[in-house]
């Protein structure tokens, strides 16, 4: 049963502090998401990418987030300094783009506080 | 840009019976696909439907059926037999089939609610 794999599930961190977080997408997917959610913001995009090629970063903070994918079983969100307003669950999500329906696969996601 | 509209925060059904849930959007593209996700205490995202925009035939997954009304922009989950375990948030979401634009746009989701 393939699965999307995220790590930590859950990370406390105090503000000023690095955050990584890493997702394994499902073997053969081609196209990774990162996602945000918060009680205010709803779900919304942070990255995406193909091919390991970033593709939309456009709802990512540029000055503290990175979005990477250094091969092509792992995608990184990082997050550098953290601060209280990033606490939120992040959700990576994969899919065989474009096709299959246009289904993603979404992670356990990451539950974040920053206190 | 698209937007996705829930209107109703919150709804509560009783065991057995049938709810609708209500979701609209906006989009100036001809073709696209539409999706509901379930979203259980767990917080797992799980697809429970989706409908490709050029298909008129209304999707079906077992106890769970959708309303596509295209021209409206409407796209409404009718959940069939509720059962405890149907309990969960529910996310409409759309998205874009043209290359490179395949982000999904969420709404706000609506908290259901099947009560014994």
């Known amino acids: 049963d393939a699965r999307v794999t995220q790590t930590p599930r859950h990370k406390v961190t105090e503000m000023g502090q690095e955050v990584t977080m890493r997702c394994q997408p499902i073997?053969?997917?081609?196209?990774v998401f990162w996602y945000r959610q918060t009680m205010m913001q709803g779900l919304e995009l942070l990255a995406y990418?193909?091919?390991?090629?970033?593709?939309?970063d456009s709802g990512m903070p540029k000055d503290r987030f990175s979005a990477e994918m250094p091969d092509a079983t792992l995608a990184t969100l990082k997050i550098q300094p953290s601060e209280p307003r990033d606490s939120a669950v992040y959700f990576c999500?994969?899919?065989?783009?474009?096709?299959?329906?246009?289904?993603?696969?979404f992670g356990p996601g990451t539950r974040l506080t920053v206190t | 840009a698209q937007t996705v509209t829930q209107s109703q925060p919150e709804m509560s059904v009783q065991e057995a019976e049938t709810v609708t849930l209500s979701c609209t959007y906006d989009?100036?593209?001809?073709?696209?696909?539409l999706f509901w996700y379930k979203q259980p205490p767990s917080r797992q995202m799980i697809l429970v439907i989706r409908?490709?925009?050029?298909?008129?035939q209304n999707a079906t997954e077992n106890r769970f059926s959708v309303n596509f009304q295209k021209a409206a922009k409407s796209f409404s989950l009718k959940i069939s037999d509720s059962q405890l375990g149907d309990t969960a948030m529910y996310f409409c979401?759309?998205?874009?089939?043209?290359?490179?634009?395949?982000?999904?746009?969420f709404g706000k989701g609506t908290k259901l609610t099947v009560n014994p």
């Open positions: 999500a994969s899919g065989l783009l474009p096709g299959e329906g246009y289904e993603q696969y």
């Open positions: 073997l053969g997917h081609n196209t």
């Open positions: 990418f193909r091919n390991r090629a970033p593709l939309d």
């Open positions: 989009t100036s593209e001809n073709n696209y696909y």
């Open positions: 409908q490709e925009a050029y298909k008129q």
């Open positions: 979401a759309f998205t874009r089939i043209q290359g490179g634009s395949e982000k999904l746009v």
